[in-house]
Nanobody, 125 residues
Framework: QVPLVESGGGLVLAGGSLRLSCTAS????????VGWFRQVPGQEREFVAA????????QYADSVKGRFTISRDNARSLVYLQMNSLKSEDTAVYHC??????????????????WGQGTQVTVSS
């Protein structure tokens, strides 16, 4: 098991920024790709961004390209999602997830093996 814990969510005005963090409380992310997904009540959980375990490959949803940046610090078992120029439509619960497909940047929920409980991000206009 690689239990994941997200933090950094909150309430922010449109145009503002937040940085989400994801950590593995029991063991490191070594070898795992990590992704961020978000979910609004009544809707499917959607892909936001992913990073390979070395950090050399990243992938973003079109809706966040140029505004969000995913990065990782493997020495500290941390993955970050820097979110800038936030919009009201970014409001959701954000979940991080880990995939054993460590060399890639998986896009599909089914490709991820472990999930965190999520952190709420609310963007007020």
């Amino acid at each position: 098991q690689v239990p994941l814990v997200e933090s950094g969510g909150g309430l922010v005005l449109a145009g503002g920024s937040l940085r989400l963090s994801c950590t593995a409380s029991a063991r490191t992310f070594r070898g795992y790709a990590v992704g961020w997904f978000r979910q609004v009540p009544g809707q499917e959980r959607e892909f936001v961004a992913a990073i390979s375990w070395t950090g050399g490959r990243t992938q973003y949803a079109d809706s966040v390209k140029g505004r969000f940046t995913i990065s990782r610090d493997n020495a500290r078992s941390l993955v970050y999602l820097q979110m800038n120029s936030l919009k009201s439509e970014d409001t959701a619960v954000y979940h991080c997830a880990a995939s054993v497909a460590g060399w890639g940047t998986p896009l599909l929920r089914e490709e991820y093996d472990h999930w965190g409980q999520g952190t709420q991000v609310t963007v007020s206009s």
